[in-house]
Each structure stands twice: as structure tokens, then as C-alpha cells.
């Protein structure tokens, strides 16, 4: 029974990541991404890309802060550069935008990487943690350590630095903020940016715990 929760949780923890990041956008935008998931696959290619022999063969825990970080400046250019040019439209065009990101984003990784299962060689998969008789996975408790480090890390950031500061009164009066000297533009791009990186996360934690394609995207419309 135990396994079965745990297993049963660290789905969900994956999930939880992928919701985080649609919160971050919609609070501070009130734009949804469509294209999250696909940011989660994306992460999780790029990390596979930078860890697997047949790619470039970095060490692990070398390409998972490369990763991340490439994500970031990912979300934050993709902000910059087209989602900033659609200040003023309907949100059902931002909604639409994200979406077709979403096929351009899974095409791109099917051209890259191919369209069949591939596992990342992570030094977490296929390990056990046993306690007593219980025999656990580590790649799922280390979804679910991850999921509950990282959440208390935003919630930290959000309530106790100058900036997760700002990004909480730009989401919740962006006049307001704009007046009080927040650069909301910025900050916007700031949380696209943070967006990406959350999702790249959840995207080496799933292929953590198995193959992965580019379809896994859908997991975000899901």
C-alpha cells in the first residue's frame, strides 16, 4: 500500500509542477500557458541531450543547473521577443498563441531528438530506497522531496524578497505597480523566465522515471 501511494504521489508531484508553473503566468498576466507542458518536455530534451553519451555526455548534475538556466532564458526571451507584442489582444489570442507553441515546440523536439521513447541516463533511475520490507524508487521520492523543496522555496521567495514582492503587486494591480516604480514589463518576463524553469524541472524529474517523447507535452492539456 505504501509503495502505492508513494508511486500514486510522485505522479501527482509532476502534475503539481506543471499546475505551478500555469499559476505563476496567470497570476502575474492573467494570460494561461497552453504551452507549459511543452516547456516541461523541452526542459527534460535538453537536459537528455547534455546527459546522454550519444548526445554531448555531460555528467549529470552538470547538465540539470544548464538545463534549467537555458529554460529560463528561454521563457524569459519567448516573453521579450512574442508574447510582449501581444500587449492589449484578447486573451483568447494569447491562449491561442500558446497553444500552436505548444506543436511548434513538440515538432521541433520530434526533428532534434526523434519521435520514439528515449530514457535519460540519471543517476536516480532505477534505484531502490528500501525501509524495513517497503521498497521504494528513488526517482519517485526524489519527486516528491524536490516538489516539496521547491514549493517552499517559492513560497520564500514570493513573501520574503524585494523582487517575489514586486512580482505579487504587479499580478495584483499592474497600474498600481507601474506608478510605485515596479518595472512590470520586466517583471512579466522575469516569471516567463521562472515559469520555464520550474517546468524544467518537472521535465528531468519525469524522465527520472522513464522514457519520454515529445508527446509528453500533452501532459500540460491534460
Excluded at 511543452?38 to 546522454?52: K, Q, R, V
Excluded at 519567448?78 to 492589449?88: A, I, P, Q, T, W
Excluded at 512580482?167 to 518576463?189: C, D, E, F, T, W
Aim: proline content about 3%; overall charge positive.
Amino acid at each position: 500500500m505504501l509503495q502505492l501511494i508513494v508511486s500514486g504521489l510522485a505522479n501527482g508531484c509532476v502534475y503539481g509542477l506543471i499546475a505551478m508553473g500555469f499559476v505563476l503566468i496567470y497570476k502575474a498576466t492573467e494570460a494561461v500557458n497552453f504551452a507549459q507542458g511543452d516547456f516541461m518536455m523541452l526542459g527534460a530534451f535538453i537536459c537528455l541531450g547534455l546527459t546522454n553519451p550519444q548526445f554531448m555526455g555531460l555528467p549529470f548534475w552538470v547538465s540539470v543547473p544548464i538545463a534549467i538556466a537555458i529554460m529560463g532564458a528561454f521563457g524569459y526571451a519567448l516573453d521579450l521577443v512574442v508574447l510582449r507584442r501581444m500587449f492589449g489582444q484578447s486573451q483568447i489570442a494569447i491562449v491561442i498563441l500558446t497553444i500552436a507553441l505548444g506543436f511548434v515546440l513538440r515538432f521541433a523536439a520530434g526533428v532534434i531528438w526523434g519521435h520514439e521513447p528515449i530514457s535519460l541516463a540519471s543517476p536516480i533511475a532505477g534505484r531502490d530506497v528500501r525501509f524495513g520490507g517497503v521498497v521504494l524508487g528513488l526517482d519517485e521520492v526524489m519527486v516528491i522531496a524536490v516538489t516539496g523543496i521547491l514549493t517552499l522555496l517559492l513560497y520564500l521567495y514570493f513573501n520574503r524578497t524585494k523582487l517575489g514582492v514586486a512580482m505579487q503587486a504587479s499580478s495584483q494591480n499592474q497600474l498600481a505597480a507601474y506608478y510605485m516604480g515596479i518595472p512590470v514589463k520586466r517583471i512579466h518576463s522575469l516569471i516567463w523566465a521562472l515559469s520555464g524553469m520550474t517546468a524544467a524541472v518537472a521535465g528531468i524529474l519525469f524522465a527520472s522515471k522513464g522514457s519520454i517523447d515529445p508527446s509528453i507535452g500533452l501532459l500540460g492539456i491534460k
